[in-house]
């Protein structure tokens, strides 16, 4: 079928539009690796754009080499693989039941989670209450407050009401019992928002800052990002590596580009391999009765 006039000015427009969007997103990623590569009179001069000028790895040597980094990063990974299969296991197993129309009080529930999206808990009763359960200085208190992101498990519920219930009374028939129906019928059927919601739960879990820095005393237990803050907000410290090692191919300018690269580049390297669900699972988040 042949492209109106009109069809091809709005194709044009609207990928010019997404050409620059992306842009807006890649080109300070990439002045920060052109940067973390270059020397640091380049760096200092701001002679960087989007190429290294006077090209060296030492930044990179230096960060790959620092164990409280790498300890920190660990400590990341850790948090973000259990709380994102922890909060997968409670959103699903919430959401389950609130897709049925003959859980009678799902209605009641469901207001209630509602109204949790609209009014937050306090920042004080909330640290007094991780207190009083006797989770500060631990790990878990970057995971169980927030297990369950209300709006990933609307998501997961909607999906869920969208499924046949012709699917459930089959199941029922040939022997299932609630748990079979849902781990058989339902996640098998739910790959596009099971990888959407993870995701979200995924990233949210890498960015951890806020709740470390209230939560979390021992610099040894400090997950990536904030280990990434204690070096942007001490520039001092980055200083005196120089003076430590005598190597003076790195500064502190050079040294903040290539941490910060260190923190992003791994989670950004997930999305590829969900791109394929992320489109279609994104989709399903509006709510329905």
């Not at 052109?34 to 060296?56: G, R, W, Y």
């Not at 991780?130 to 927030?146: F, K, T």
């Not at 200083?239 to 580009?257: E, H, I, Q, R």
Request: aromatic fraction near 14%; proline fraction near 6%; include cysteine.
């Amino acid at each position: 079928m042949r492209k109106t006039t009109g069809d091809q000015l709005f194709q044009f427009f609207n990928y010019a539009f997404l050409i620059a969007a992306a842009a807006t997103m890649l080109l300070p990623l990439l002045q920060l690796l052109a940067v973390s590569f270059s020397s640091p009179v380049a760096a200092d001069s701001k002679m960087v754009f989007l190429f290294p000028v006077e090209f060296t790895t030492a930044s990179w040597s230096h960060i790959l080499q620092n164990t409280g980094l790498w300890k920190s990063f660990g400590i990341t990974v850790y948090i973000t693989v259990a709380g994102t299969f922890l909060s997968m296991l409670f959103s699903v197993l919430t959401a389950y039941p609130l897709s049925h129309q003959q859980f009678l009080i799902r209605k009641p529930i469901m207001l209630g989670i509602i109204i949790t999206m609209i009014f937050n808990a306090p920042m004080i009763p909330f640290f007094l209450t991780v207190r009083e359960l006797g989770m500060m200085n631990s790990l878990w208190s970057l995971i169980l407050p927030g297990a369950i992101g209300t709006f990933n498990m609307i998501i997961i519920r909607t999906f869920f009401s969208g499924i046949p219930k012709e699917l459930d009374d089959s199941a029922r028939i040939d022997g299932c019992n609630e748990a079979g129906i849902l781990f058989r019928i339902y996640l098998p059927l739910s790959k596009p928002v099971m990888a959407t919601v993870s995701l979200f739960y995924a990233v949210g879990y890498w960015n951890t800052f806020q709740r470390a820095v209230l939560f979390i005393r021992d610099p040894e237990k400090w997950p990536l990002q904030t280990k990434l803050r204690a070096y942007l907000t001490s520039p001092e410290e980055l200083a005196a590596v120089n003076l430590v090692l005598g190597d003076y191919d790195f500064n502190t300018t050079t040294l903040k580009a290539a941490t910060i690269l260190f923190a992003t580049i791994p989670i950004v390297l997930v999305y590829p391999y969900l791109q394929k669900y992320f489109v279609k699972g994104s989709m399903l988040g509006s709510l329905k009765e």
